[in-house]
C-alpha cells in the first residue's frame, strides 16, 4: 500500500478544460495547507502556508501522420495560452496575505558556451655521491704462571700458560648515483550548448495586491506570438519577411513546434503565506478562481501561391473554481505512535477562539497540531485551565478532528473532566458518523485527579480484549460529542480540562 504524505494536506480537483461549450484539453490543480506560527520580530503568529499547483494538457486536434506529406496548411494549433489566478474573499477572513513563491518565473531560449585548456611541465635532477673508510685493530695477551707443592719438597712442581693474539680490520667504500626524470603534459576541453525553448513562459502579477500571478506561456520560435499579433487596417495579420521564410520557403509550408505541432504540458506553482482574521475558524467562503484563455493559430500557402497567417483567441475562457478550503482541518498533522498522544488543555491564550458567556463556538489546536477541538454551549474559561457550561445556554457540542496514516496502534479518546453539583452527565460519542457510544459522568473534582479521566476505545488490536474495536479511517476522522445532564436533577456545571487521543 502507498500512502504519500501530502495527501494529507491537499485539496485537488481534475477535470477537462472546457472553452466555448468544448474540451480542449483537461486540467488538475491540488492546494496544500500546512500551519505555520511566525516567529519573526518577536511575536508567534499562527498562519497557513497555501501552496498551490497545477498541471495542464492542451493537444493539438490535428493527428500526426508519421509518412510523407504534402501539406500545405497547419490549423488550429496551440500557440498562446495565458493562465490567471484570482482569490475571492466576501467575507474578509484574510487579514494578511503574501506571495511567497511562484515558478515558472521566465523561460525562454538560452545559450552558453565554456571552453578551457591547461599545460603543466615537470623536470628534476639528483646526484648522490658518498665515500668512507673504516679501520679496527685488536690486540690481546694473557699469561698465567702457577706453582704446586709436590710430596718432596727437594722437587718442586710449576705450571706456566701464556697466550698472545693480534687482528686488525680495514673497510673502504665509495657509491655515485646519478638520476634524471622528466614529465610533461597538455589538456585541453571545448565544450558549447545552446537551448531555444521553442516556448517560453512569463509571469505578471496583480497591480493591485502584487500576490496574484498571470502566466503567460507562448510559442516563440518559429513565430513569436506574443511579439507578432499585430493586423493592418484591413484586418490582415502583419508578420516579418524572417518570420515567414521559417513559417514558408516559398515551396513548402514548415510545421509549428514540436509543442504546438503535437501539444502542451505544462505545470504552474505558487505558494502564499496567510494569516487570518483574528476569531475566523471557518474558511469555507474562500475561493480561488482559474481563468485559462487559448489561442489557436494557423498559417497556410493558398493555391494561387499566397501565404497567410491567421491566430483564433477564444473569447470565453477555461473557468475552474476551488472553494470550501478548511485550512484549520486540512493543514492538521497526522497522529504519531512515537510521538505520543495529541493532547489540548484548555488553557487561556491558547484558543483560536476563546469561550464567551453566550455559548457560541469556541476552538483550539493542539500544541502539537495534530487534532482541531470546536465546542459550543462553554460559557466561561478558567485561569487554571478548564472551560465550564451549567447548560443554561443550550445543548453542549464538542467536535474533534485529526488525522492517521497508519492502522497498527491502540488509540483511545480520554477526557479529563469533573462535575459539580449533584447528579451527573451523559456523553454520547459518535465516531465517523458511527452509532453513538453512551458514557454516564458524575466523578466530582478529586485532589489527585485520578477519579476524573474517563478513556473510550476507538481502535484495539487485540483481538481478545472484549474492547476489540476499530472506529478509525485513513485521512481525516471526526468525533462528534453531545453532553446532556441529568434530567431531574442535573449538575450546577460541568468542567472540562483536557482531552488526549493516542
Known amino acids: 500500500m502507498i500512502i504519500r504524505d501530502d495527501d494529507l494536506y491537499t485539496q485537488t480537483v481534475t477535470q477537462p478544460l472546457t472553452i466555448d461549450g468544448r474540451s480542449v484539453g483537461s486540467t488538475t490543480i491540488q492546494y496544500v495547507a500546512r500551519r505555520y506560527v511566525d516567529l519573526r520580530n518577536l511575536g508567534a503568529k499562527a498562519g497557513y502556508v497555501l501552496t498551490f499547483t497545477q498541471r495542464f494538457f492542451i493537444p493539438n486536434t490535428a493527428p500526426f501522420d508519421p509518412g510523407t506529406t504534402t501539406s500545405q496548411i497547419f490549423s488550429n494549433y496551440p500557440a498562446l495560452v495565458t493562465n490567471t489566478i484570482s482569490l475571492d474573499d466576501p467575507d474578509n477572513l484574510i487579514e494578511t496575505l503574501i506571495l511567497v513563491d511562484y515558478a515558472p518565473q521566465t523561460v525562454n531560449a538560452a545559450v552558453t558556451s565554456n571552453e578551457s585548456a591547461g599545460s603543466s611541465s615537470s623536470m628534476s635532477n639528483s646526484i648522490q655521491h658518498s665515500a668512507g673508510s673504516s679501520l679496527a685493530q685488536t690486540n690481546s695477551y694473557t699469561s698465567s704462571v702457577g706453582f704446586t707443592r709436590s710430596m718432596k719438597p727437594s722437587l718442586p712442581s710449576r705450571n706456566i700458560n701464556k697466550s698472545q693474539s ?141 501565404f ?28 504519531s505512535a512515537a510521538d505520543g498522544p495529541s493532547l489540548i488543555g484548555f488553557v487561556p491564550g491558547q484558543f483560536l477562539i476563546a469561550p464567551r458567556s453566550d455559548g457560541t463556538q469556541c476552538a483550539i489546536t493542539a500544541e502539537d497540531n495534530t487534532s482541531l477541538a470546536t465546542a459550543t454551549g462553554f460559557t466561561s474559561v478558567s485561569r487554571s485551565g478548564f472551560m465550564a ?108 480540562m483536557a482531552l488526549a487521543i493516542g
Open 308 to 335: 497567410s497567417a491567421s491566430i483564433n483567441a477564444y473569447a470565453d475562457p477555461a473557468s475552474i473554481q476551488i472553494g470550501t478550503l478548511d485550512l484549520p482541518r486540512l493543514a492538521l498533522d497526522p497522529l
Open 166 to 306: 693480534n687482528s686488525s680490520t680495514r673497510q673502504a667504500s665509495a657509491s655515485v648515483t646519478n638520476g634524471q626524470q622528466e614529465q610533461s603534459g597538455t589538456q585541453f576541453s571545448d565544450g558549447s550548448s545552446m537551448s531555444i525553448k521553442d516556448w517560453g513562459s512569463y509571469v505578471q502579477l496583480d497591480t493591485a495586491t502584487c500576490t496574484m500571478p498571470t502566466w503567460i506561456f507562448s510559442q516563440e520560435y518559429p513565430w513569436n506570438l506574443i511579439d507578432y499579433r499585430t493586423v493592418d487596417g484591413s484586418g490582415e495579420l502583419v508578420l516579418p519577411q524572417y518570420v515567414i521564410d521559417r513559417l514558408w520557403d516559398g515551396e513548402v509550408v514548415n510545421p509549428p513546434s514540436e509543442l504546438s505541432l503535437f501539444g502542451i504540458n505544462f505545470v504552474c506553482k505558487a505558494g502564499w503565506l496567510i494569516e487570518l482574521a483574528d476569531g475566523v475558524l471557518d474558511t469555507s467562503s474562500l475561493a480561488f478562481n482559474h481563468a485559462l484563455k487559448l489561442t489557436v493559430a494557423t498559417h497556410k500557402v493558398d493555391n494561387d501561391g499566397t
Open 389 to 496: 457550561t451549567d447548560f443554561t445556554a443550550g445543548a453542549t457540542q464538542l467536535a474533534i478532528s485529526f488525522k492517521l496514516d497508519e492502522s497498527a496502534s491502540d488509540i483511545g479518546l480520554s477526557f479529563k473532566h469533573w462535575v459539580a453539583g449533584n447528579g451527573g452527565v451523559t456523553l454520547s460519542v459518535a465516531v465517523n458518523g458511527s452509532e453513538p457510544i453512551i458514557r454516564y459522568f458524575d466523578a466530582k473534582e478529586a485532589g489527585s485527579g485520578g477519579e476524573n479521566v474517563t478513556t473510550i476505545p476507538l481502535r484495539v488490536k487485540d483481538f481478545s480484549s472484549l474492547d476489540y474495536c476499530d472506529l478509525l479511517t485513513y485521512g481525516l476522522n471526526d468525533i462528534s460529542v453531545t453532553l446532556m445532564p441529568d434530567a431531574t436533577d442535573g449538575p450546577s456545571s460541568y468542567n472540562l
